[in-house]
């Protein structure tokens, strides 16, 4: 059975770094484009970054740009968000998610878990 695992939340102080990874199980990743996604207490779940299915791609939400990177090693079946500069803001449950097309995160087939994210000193 195919599966989207993340892992890497937990606590960290405001200023502090987390990478999150997500891995895939019986499939291979290599084809799609891959989309961070998070949903903070009583907000609506936002996109936070995208990359394409070759890495040569990237998108950020504005919140996060110039503190988040995303990036891939198709060879693990792995993609990963480095966080960085963290503010409780972050403070979200942290999803990937899978679009076959491979070339932008229009359409999300393959969900994870997710990965709970806590920024508080």
């Known amino acids: 059975q195919w599966q989207l695992v993340e892992s890497g939340g937990g606590l960290v102080q405001p200023g502090g770094s987390l990478r999150l990874s997500c891995v895939a199980s019986g499939f291979t990743l290599d084809k799609y484009a891959i989309g961070w996604f998070r949903q903070a207490p009583g907000k609506e779940r936002e996109e936070v970054s995208c990359i394409s299915s070759s890495g040569r791609r990237t998108s950020y939400a504005d919140s996060v740009k110039g503190r988040f990177t995303i990036s891939r090693d198709n060879s693990q079946n792995t993609v990963y968000l480095e966080m960085n500069s963290l503010k409780p803001e972050d403070t979200a449950v942290y999803y990937c998610?899978?679009?076959?097309?491979?070339?932008?995160?229009?359409?999300?087939?393959?969900w994870g878990k997710g990965s709970l994210v806590t920024v508080s000193s």
């Open positions: 998610a899978a679009d076959p097309v491979g070339t932008a995160c229009y359409r999300m087939d393959y």
